[in-house]
């Protein structure tokens, strides 16, 4: 049985046969569950940090000092 994708913006789990496969011309991968989350990501190049209807808002990015 295929596993659930996790969109790379907004956070949710979307079942396998939907959502999109975006690829980076730097060969990253980016999962997106929706037109909501593609425009977001891609073309309007928001932070899913900053807004309140992703489950990555409010996160620090580990890494950084």
Do not use: A, H, Q
Not at 43 to 51: A, F, G, T
């Amino acid at each position: 049985m295929p596993n659930s994708r996790i969109c790379s913006f907004c956070g949710n789990e979307f079942p396998p046969g939907t959502g999109t496969m975006y690829v980076k011309n730097d060969g990253t991968i980016l999962w997106l569950c929706s037109s909501k989350c593609r425009k977001s990501s891609v073309k309007l190049k928001r932070d899913s940090r900053k807004l309140r209807w992703t489950k990555y808002y409010g996160k620090e990015e580990r890494g950084r000092g």
